[in-house]
């Protein structure tokens, strides 16, 4: 699969995109094992740490990832099956401070991660180049399914590098 091109998404995603090179599908597959085993190398003690005041917890990070996934995944599926109802945005931080995450344990995570990173790569194998190039709008900005594969894929590595630059350096 080609790499998605600059009118296929807003500039704000270019960050998650550019971390993630050719073959998406491959680095979505094998994410699925590498984070579900990161996470559960987190020691339960750190779960509730959060680098610094007003930063979100372990725990909060990782709900985060795996809603980020969700919604993103939902919009390859409306975009893919040519639904072109523009789709609104998410405040990422509402969403955090309205689910009870602290009462999880982190093995529950590492299952939901992969659980739902599993059940995306069906849809996402499923779909054949011409879905993969349909483009459509969300959060006011054009996007295509397969930039949508690409944010998926690179939002995950840029939290990972965050986790590991900042929360377990």
């Not at 971390?19 to 597959?29: F, H, K, N, R, S």
């Not at 919604?71 to 109802?85: E, F, N, Q, W």
């Not at 996402?124 to 959060?139: H, I, K, N, P, Y």
């Not at 840029?158 to 377990?168: L, T």
């Amino acid at each position: 699969m080609m790499r998605p091109q600059q009118d296929e998404f807003a500039p704000y995603y270019d960050k998650y995109i550019s971390l993630i090179g050719e073959d998406v599908l491959a680095v979505l597959a094998a994410q699925q094992q590498s984070f579900t085993d990161y996470i559960r190398r987190i020691p339960e003690a750190q779960a509730d740490y959060a680098y610094a005041e007003g930063k979100w917890t372990v725990k909060q990070a990782l709900g985060h990832i795996i809603d980020t996934e969700r919604i993103m995944a939902y919009r390859a599926l409306r975009v893919g099956r040519g639904d072109t109802t523009p789709l609104p945005g998410f405040e990422q931080d509402e969403y955090v401070a309205l689910a009870d995450l602290s009462q999880r344990s982190l093995a529950s995570y590492a299952d939901e991660f992969a659980a739902v990173r599993a059940a995306n790569l069906f849809l996402f194998r499923s779909f054949d180049a011409a879905t993969l190039t349909r483009r459509g709008t969300a959060s006011e900005q054009p996007v295509s399914v397969r930039a949508l594969l690409y944010i998926v894929a690179g939002h995950l590595e840029h939290h990972i590098r965050i986790f590991d630059e900042r929360y377990f350096q």
